[in-house]
């Protein structure tokens, strides 16, 4: 079985409720300590409806990314680490679909916003600042 490795600019399709949400990959998977395995960050990126609140920090537009067709907000408070062992098994099961890799442009917006948003949990800012913050 040939197994797709999470990286740093990539995207997932997961299933969140009724629909598929996409997901970008903050960074390359790392040894994480506190899991004691391979880990890397993923944000929700969510359709905006305009009877609901969202985080207004980073807004996305049809264009940004093949998958993203209305404006988009990233969801900075579902941030969460995953591991990469789950994931790629998760894929190779057909349980999580691989996306296209975003721009560096857009990719950088969403990054920029981990700092601005005020909804970024003390633990995956953390996580963000250690393991995601390298240039390449």
Partial sequence: MSLCVPFRKGSLLIPTGSCQHLHIICNDPVFYPALAKECFLAVNISSIDPII????????KDGDHPFIKHDSYVYYRKADIFGATTTERMVAEGDISLHDPFCDVVFEKILAGFYQS?????KILKFFQKYCT???
């Fill in 53 to 60: 609140q969202y985080d207004t920090t980073c807004i996305l």
């Fill in 118 to 122: 005020n909804e970024v949990r003390p």
């Fill in 134 to 136: 390298h240039s390449e």
